[in-house]
């Protein structure tokens, strides 16, 4: 899953007999195999909201394994543009679609992915020479909210990175019996006032791209 639709289309490349199943209100979704194995490449937009309704709607016609591969800002002042994050937790503020799911309770709690799916993505990533930092992961609500304070509240409080989706993710996972993770390229750097924005049409970005949905597949399809 990634939020980006052109990107959805990018990654559709990698898989044999890629079919266009669904574009309804801009969220293309392809299914194909990759290694043999059927394999499913969706869209969620941005937000916890949308990625919470895409992914309860492919439970309802089947899927029962999610990778969320999409980008993040870094929290640490040693991150580079173009490191490869996997999510060992997630954290959020409390309220909206937590509360509608699971009621009030203590913010920025620490939510699991699945440790078996995760650990094979990170071993996958190490084997070709991908390297990436495993860490918790801020789900933001409000992009535009997020500045330099704001961040170091974050780090303080055990994030690595920021992006917009896994918290809520991980707590489906939990919740319907599935298998969640998340990898993220990291496009810029949140305490780095020296850094700026990798664009996602550069050959860099693209190259990372493809890098890490290979890994993904690949352990996907050894499932």
């Not at 949308?50 to 870094?74: D, K, M, N, P, S």
């Not at 190490?126 to 330099?148: H, N, T, V």
């Not at 304070?149 to 019996?177: C, H, T, Y």
């Not at 993220?184 to 970005?205: A, E, G, H, M, Q």
Request: hydrophobic share 40%; with cysteine.
């Amino acid at each position: 899953m990634s939020g980006d639709p052109g990107r959805i289309k990018a990654l559709s490349s990698l898989l044999k007999d890629p079919k266009l199943v669904n574009e309804n209100r801009g969220l293309p979704v392809y299914t194909g195999t990759y290694n043999g194995e059927r394999i499913t490449l969706a869209t969620h937009q941005m937000g916890q909201p949308v990625i919470a309704i895409v992914a309860e709607e492919l439970g309802h016609l089947g899927a029962r394994t999610f990778v969320r591969y999409g980008t993040g800002g870094a929290l640490l002042q040693n991150m580079r543009i173009g490191d490869y994050v996997i999510g060992a937790s997630a954290s959020a503020t409390k309220g909206g679609i937590h509360e509608q799911y699971f009621g009030s309770e203590k913010a920025e709690q620490a939510y699991l992915p699945d440790p078996k799916l995760t650990d094979e993505i990170e071993g996958t990533f190490k084997s070709k020479g991908l390297g990436c930092m495993r860490g918790q992961i801020f789900a933001s609500d409000a992009f535009y909210a997020e500045d330099a304070r704001f961040a170091q509240n974050l780090v303080g409080k055990g994030n690595i990175a920021i992006d917009m989706e896994s918290a809520i993710l991980f707590r489906l996972g939990k919740l319907r019996g599935w298998s969640c993770a998340t990898v993220l390229i990291t496009v810029n750097n949140l305490v780095d006032r020296n850094s700026s924005f990798i664009k996602p049409d550069s050959p860099k970005f693209q190259e990372r791209l493809m890098d890490g949905a290979r890994a993904i597949l690949e352990t996907l399809s050894r499932r």
